[in-house]
């Protein structure tokens, strides 16, 4: 067992516990995008931070990847590390203002006002979908390519991959496109985004008939139209 | 080539090889590194080559091939053993009577360099301003050794000291010593590279233990590393099998880039010739310790220099950096422990086997010992490489080495680093260079990158051009890099083009130290060191960019003009030359440069021979 110091309070875990896990346990709210349960931790968001050791030597690392060590310090929510969240969701938001999930997080975050140029990207590169399809799908059909600004996610060349089996589980994790399939539930919808999504993965031929998890699914239908 | 199998066998060879040589026969040392090459030095070997056969002079004078020896501006160069005359910039026709003057013992005063400053000519290469207040104990084996020949390196006292090491049957004695050096890691962060090893030799050695070269240097304008590999690829290859015995590593690999073709040619040479002499591969000198060393050839992405993103490369996977702990010395290559160092890092292993810790450790300063090579570029009178001990000011490196500010301008700031670097302004010169002030100042040491800047360059264009570097170059794993230097990027890119508000300074201070606290990996967390330097620094440029609309230094497109003034003599030069179609004027009367049809490409200022171009 490893006991370590969450905002002040001792708390002891197994050897191997990521910090996220750790605060959980204990009660400590820190909003994640990239992390599910049952996935392999990324650390791409970087909406977890959490500032861990003392003065001069203090840094703020991402909860989701980093293990609990013997002793450490951490903060899950110094004025450090809640400037930092609320900089990264202000430039969530310029980039993909359409996502439920994003809108939730910023509001939760006091955000009123983003302060760069507007986008309006469908995709956030979390990678939530790509392990997915490895982890849980077992069909690595889709992954990460090229880097920086040019990053996007797709199959190899933009052809459809012999293996995916249409099975929607990147969609259904999708952070940013989930909202599409809300329309039983329209009280949920509050932003139209659902309107405006969709997924880039459907805009290529070959996908039409991808599976969903709502059937019939609106964005399709809005599709057709 | 034989295999040499002891310790005896080893130094017999070396003896033979040392006395076989004859200091005083005059020796052609022609440099031709990449920077030789691209300037011309394979025309001058082929010539000296024919000239010596033709004129039988063989047995007079030798001839030596080497790498690059740092005063890459002035190549091609020849300098002439044991005399040490130097001549700069040689034309390829005047090589013939550089090859009938050494044979007559005469000097050539017309090729000599001539002193920038005083204007005279000096005769021998330690006595340039360039050379003289350097120390250099990396660069200047680099003339001594031709990097093809392993014999060239052994007679030069190479493997020397990783034979008498791994003899002596103390593993521990190494990491000891490298410890009592005070070396530190030349990759740019500065860890002590001693404590590092340590903890590799602690690992127990489960599947085997990697060592690894980190020889993907990305910087632009920065070339130490190429320098090193290209010139002498042994130093670094006995660094690693000094290393590898010390920590009981058993594979060693050395990622270079793929964008350094010559350096790679010269490595393979060396290693192929280090493994036929028996000192790489299975029982090195009978000794019983067995080290494998593979080259891995990088992409080409900046980021691979990372070490957790290099360790994915060398794996075959994505290059992206992952969350530390757990370290690659714990956790590296396919799950092994795994040591990382820069290739100037292994290049002073011998060195300090050589000489004994602590007269390595007479050099530099307490916190920081030894030599640091550096790329010296930008607007002063000499560029190239230059190792000079930490601590020396950065006064020293410009002004005495560098040679001051070309034409009569002020040079305002030298940015250190590489594009993760920052800029420090005229005023701070007098800081020593070594990690900790460096840090302090808001920049880094970096691998080694400096460049110098005057009254023409802009700050905000210096940011705009790093922060576009990487952000073209972040893998783009975590968002806030990715997405931070892309708005950074914006941001300057609005000010140089004029449509700068006050409320973007303020955006840029606040996102920049956010970018800074929550990357995962160093690129990320030194990305925003361009802004926040020059921001710190040079607050009035970016006021000036943003409420009077001006460019101070007459770089930033949007917010120049170009005017021909009274100087012009009408000569018609700028007028041919105007792909727009913009100047128009008649011959032997001032032209003029409609700003409407004017693209703003500068051609007009870069052809007119009479400084009438100006910029406002």
Known sequence: MITLHINGLPVSVEQGTTLLEAAQFMGFPIPTLCHKEGLSPYGACRLCLVEIGEGPRARLVSSCTYPAEEGLQVRTASSRVIQARRIILELLLASCPQSKTIQDLASAHGIQQQRFKQEYENCILCGLCVRMCEEQMMAKAIGFRSRGEKRSIGTPFDIQSEDCRRCGACLYICPACELRCTYTEPERAICGGCANLRPPCLEKEGFEDMMCYMDPCVACEIKKD | ?616
């Not at chain 2, 791994?166 to 490298?178: D, T, Y």
């Not at chain 2, 590898?244 to 270079?256: F, L, S």
């Not at chain 2, 992405?301 to 990372?306: H, I, L, P, Q």
């Not at chain 2, 179609?581 to 001032?590: H, L, V, Y």
Request: glycine share 12%; hydrophobic share 35%.
């Open chain 2, 1 to 616: 080539m034989e295999k040499v199998k002891s310790l005896d066998e080893f130094l017999s060879l070396h003896d033979r090889l040392v006395v076989g040589k004859d200091p005083d026969i005059p020796t052609l040392i022609i440099p031709a590194g990449t920077c030789g090459q691209a300037s011309g030095a394979n025309d001058l070997i082929r010539i000296t080559k024919k000239e010596l056969l033709n004129k039988k002079l063989t047995e007079k004078i030798r001839l030596r091939i080497t790498g690059c020896h740092g005063f890459c501006e002035m190549e091609p160069s020849v300098l002439i053993e044991p005399w040490g005359v130097y001549y700069p910039k040689v034309d390829s026709k005047k090589m013939v009577d550089i090859v009938d003057s050494v044979a007559k013992g005469e000097v050539l005063k017309d090729l000599l360099f001539i002193d920038p400053i005083t204007g005279n000519p000096i005769e021998k290469q330690s006595d340039i301003s360039f050379f003289k207040k350097q120390v250099r104990t990396l660069l200047s084996r680099n003339e001594k050794v031709d990097p093809i020949r392993i014999y060239h390196y052994i007679e030069n006292n190479g493997y020397v000291a990783m034979a008498k090491m791994l003899s002596s049957g103390h593993p521990s004695q190494v990491i000891e010593e490298i410890k009592a050096s005070g070396l530190r890691g030349r990759g740019g962060a500065g860890f002590p590279t001693g404590l590092k090893w340590e903890r590799l030799a602690n690992q127990t050695n489960g599947n085997g233990k990697f060592i690894v070269c980190n020889a993907d240097e990305g910087d632009p304008g920065a070339y130490m590393d190429r320098s090193l590999l290209e010139g002498n690829p042994h130093s670094i290859i006995e660094g690693m099998i000094i290393g590898a015995y010390g920590t009981g590593a058993t594979k060693g690999i050395i990622y270079v880039r793929n964008e350094y073709p010559l350096a790679i040619k010269h490595l393979l040479i060396a290693l192929r010739q280090a493994n036929q002499l028996g000192l790489l591969g299975e029982n090195i000198l009978g000794t019983g310790f067995s080290l494998d060393i593979k080259m891995v050839r990088g992409a080409g992405a900046f980021v691979c220099g990372e070490e957790t993103a290099l360790i994915k490369s060398i794996e075959g996977r994505m290059g992206e950096p992952r969350q530390r702990p757990p370290f690659p010395v714990e956790k590296g290559i396919n799950g092994q422990p795994t040591l990382i160092n820069n290739v100037e890092t292994w290049a002073n292993i011998p060195i300090i086997m050589g000489l004994g810790a602590q007269e390595f450790a007479k050099v530099g300063t307490e916190q920081s010992t030894g030599t640091k090579i550096f790329s010296l570029v930008g607007r002063i009178k000499n560029t190239g490489l230059v190792e000079v001990p930490m601590g020396i000011s950065i006064e020293e490196i410009v002004n005495k080495i560098g040679g001051g500010p070309i034409h009569q301008t002020r040079i305002k700031a030298v940015q250190t680093g590489g594009p993760s670097g920052g800029c420090i302004p005229a005023e701070m010169f007098h800081l020593p260079v070594d990690y900790e002030s460096l840090t302090r100042a808001g920049s880094i040491m970096g691998s080694g990158g400096m460049i110098v800047m005057d009254e023409h360059t802009c700050m905000v264009d210096l940011a705009k051009y790093f922060t576009r570097f990487l952000k073209e170059e972040s893998c783009g794993k975590c968002f806030i890099c990715r997405k931070g230097t892309q708005r950074m990027y914006e941001i300057l890119d609005d000010i140089s083009a004029g449509r700068g508000t006050l409320e973007h300074l303020g955006l840029l201070q606040e996102l920049g130290p956010v970018v800074k606290d929550a990357s995962l990996c160093g690129l990320g967390q030194t990305s925003p060191n361009p802004v926040l330097s020059t921001l710190r620094y040079f607050r009035e440029e970016y006021l000036e960019h943003i409420e009077k609309k001006r460019c101070p230094a007459g770089v930033c497109k949007g917010l120049i003009t170009y005017l021909i003034n009274e100087n012009c003599t009408g000569c018609g030069l700028c007028l041919k030359s105007c792909s727009a179609g913009a100047i128009r004027g008649e011959k032997k009367e001032r032209h003029v440069i409609d700003p409407k049809e004017c693209i703003k490409c500068g051609v007009c200022q870069s052809v007119c021979k009479f400084n009438a171009v100006e910029t406002r």
